[in-house]
Every structure is written in C-alpha cells, then in structure tokens.
Nanobody
Framework: QVQLEESGGGLVQAGGSLTLSCAAS????????MAWFRQAPGKEREFVAA???????NHADSVKGRFTISRDSAENTVYLQMNSLKPEDTAVYFC????????????????????WGQGTQVTVSS
C-alpha cells in the first residue's frame, strides 16, 4: 500500500505564491508518475501537472508559466510551486501516484492513478 500526505495549502491573495508538498510512503516502486489534480466547488476534478521518475513533466495550459511541478526522488516527495495565483485557482488540490509504466505526463486522467492523498485546500482571494 501507498500513502500520500499533502501539505502547504492555505489562503493567499491574488498574485501571491504557495508551495504544495506531497510525501509518499509505503511500498514505492522506482518507476512512478506523480501528479496534482484539483477540484473546485461544483466542478469536475481536473489535471494540473504531472512528473515521471525520469524527470519528464507536464503542466495544464491553465497553469503553464505560473505553476511548476518537481520531485525529490530520494524523499519520494513531489512539489507544486504556484506563483501568480488567481481566484480561479481556488480548489482542493489532490496528489496522486501511479506505477503504470505506460502512463505519460501528457493529459493523464484521474482514473490512471491508483493512490490519492486526502487533498489540501487552496483559496485565492481577489
């Protein structure tokens, strides 16, 4: 089993920054994809960013240039640096992990991930 624990959410003014962290523990395989998804009230969960064990990464168009995903393989931790935050970034952010070798970082779906964190709230005030 794998456990994911997110941290770093909170309340920030528009234009501000936050860094989310997600620490994975348990039975971790070396070939993995970790991702961030988010879900705003009344909306479906959407892809934000993903990174593979190789370092390959991708970001949704809505966050490109503002958010950056990174990983620390030694610590089994993934980060999401969020800059220039906008009110529309307000959502619960979820960390997810998959060990499917065929999974790419381009447009992964939430069903492609087997393990999920509990979510962390990010609120951006205008």
């Amino acid at each position: 089993q794998v456990q994911l624990e997110e941290s770093g959410g909170g309340l920030v003014q528009a234009g501000g920054s936050l860094t989310l962290s997600c620490a994975a523990s348990g039975r971790i395989f070396s070939t993995y994809t970790m991702a961030w998804f988010r879900q705003a009230p009344g909306k479906e969960r959407e892809f934000v960013a993903a990174v593979r064990w190789t370092g390959a990464a991708n970001h949704a168009d809505s966050v490109k240039g503002r958010f950056t995903i990174s990983r620390d393989s030694a610590e089994n931790t993934v980060y999401l640096q969020m800059n220039s935050l906008k009110p529309e970034d307000t959502a619960v952010y979820f960390c997810a992990m998959s060990f499917r070798r065929s999974l790419t970082v381009v447009g992964p779906r939430d069903v492609d991930f087997d393990y999920w964190g509990q979510g962390t709230q990010v609120t951006v005030s205008s």
